[in-house]
């Protein structure tokens, strides 16, 4: 009976119009980002004729508004936080409607920071929203949920972009302007539904840096830094190195979410069983395994391998945020996300301009600053202390 009970009230934030509102902008905003990044490394190569220095340049341009989320705290002052939310989610689709038009250097940039600023914003709103509206033991229930169904949208992005690329006549605008126009009408449609209720506390309107933060900090930046490694090198190595074709990105990307689908709820509820200690120390090491992989195989199938591997491991870093959730004055909360975001895309902003030189130099060796980046976060893991949990709501 006692498990019954649990499993009532663990579905209870299912009843919460924010979380209806959350998952769905959620589901748009992981199919218009899907169908940005399936096409974009064959776009920006086959078409565009891009080299590793210019196409890490646009990745390193496409994280500045991750490094400037912080400006969140000041856009509340003037915007409530759920319609923030859906016009970042218009940005985004904007930005995506209007990357197959500019086909050139810098018209990928103009349309890459449109894009990017939208998507960013809203992660940051979504954060902030999840652990403002959800108690400790359904925020990590909840970003499973979330990432669970962004796992199936982008199934879908990529059935879809599967079927558009067998068709000579449907060119990478059309496809492009398809996504865009999707995410521009959900967005539309969350400008006009208010989630929102009475919550216990409100929110600093401010930038909020505190000392007793600073492992929160710590491990954004580090888990940044490891995104980008997956973000851009290993897709550009599956395309640069080994020649695989847009059909079989498509075909990896489907096998990351259909996994991701099934795999992204179980490890919300085993960061709920286990505490976020265990389970980011279980990232850290296998990454340390799976990038001295990808440095030291020469193998475009056991890179495959590992590629869909680390994509199994991204959904354990939610227990970063949950377990801060724990820690934090739940005034904090709003900006600490923005503040946690924008340290989180500061070596994203670097990594992947410096990383394209690097590469130039020696393919392996965005790989082995790889393998040190998990040392490193697995170091600092050692430091997540977790109080008795709160369970009253944020």
């Known amino acids: 009976m006692s498990n019954n009970l649990i499993n009532k009230k663990e579905r209870d934030y299912l009843k919460s119009p924010m979380y209806s509102y959350l998952i769905v902008l959620s589901f748009i905003v992981a199919i218009g980002f899907q169908g940005w990044r399936t096409l974009f490394n064959n776009f920006a190569i086959d078409l565009v004729h891009l080299n590793s220095i210019e196409i ?4 390193s341009i496409r994280e500045i508004p991750g490094f400037l989320s912080l400006l969140v705290v000041y856009l509340l002052l003037v915007i409530k936080e759920h319609k923030l939310a859906s016009l970042s989610v218009l940005l985004m689709g904007i930005g995506i409607l209007f990357t197959g038009v500019f086909d050139s250097f810098w018209g990928i940039v103009a349309t890459t920071l449109l894009m990017s600023t939208g998507f960013h914003y809203y992660e940051t709103t979504n ?3 999840t652990l403002q509206y959800f108690k400790p033991n359904e925020a990590a229930l909840v970003m499973g949920k979330a990432k669970g169904y962004a796992a199936g949208a982008n199934i879908l992005a990529g059935i879809c972009i599967w079927v558009l690329s067998q068709i000579p006549s449907i060119s990478y605008k059309i496809q492009y302007f398809i996504f865009g126009a999707l995410v521009i009408i959900v967005a539309l449609w969350g400008l006009k539904y208010n989630p929102t209720q009475k919550l216990k506390h409100a929110q600093h309107k401010k930038i909020i840096l505190k000392k007793k933060y600073w492992l929160f900090y710590v491990l954004n930046f580090l888990s940044g830094s490891r ?4 973000v851009v090198f290993s897709v550009f190595m599956l395309v640069k190195k080994y020649h695989f074709s847009i059909e079989w990105i498509t075909i990896l990307f489907i096998i990351n979410n259909i996994i991701g ?4 709820p179980f490890i919300a509820r085993l960061i709920n069983k286990f505490g976020e200690k265990r389970m980011l120390t279980v990232e850290y090491i296998a990454l340390t395994l799976i990038f001295c992989g990808y440095a030291i195989f020469e193998n475009g199938y056991i890179i495959a391998f590992l590629y869909v591997l680390d994509h199994i491991f991204f959904p354990f870093s939610m227990g970063i945020r949950t377990w801060f959730q724990k820690i934090a004055d739940p005034k904090d909360i709003g900006s600490s996300m923005a503040v946690g975001f924008t340290i ?5 902003v670097v990594i992947p301009f410096l990383g394209g030189i690097l590469w130039s130099i020696n393919w392996r060796i965005p790989f082995i600053f790889g393998v040190a980046i998990a040392l490193t976060s697995l170091y600092f ?3 997540i202390k977790t109080p008795i949990r709160k369970i009253e709501n944020h």
């Open 261 to 264: 689908f099934f795999a992204n």
């Open 127 to 129: 954060q902030s929203l």
């Open 227 to 230: 995104r980008q490694i997956f």
């Open 381 to 383: 893991t050692r430091f």
């Open 56 to 59: 890490g340049a646009i990745q």
């Open 344 to 348: 989180n895309h500061i070596s994203a």
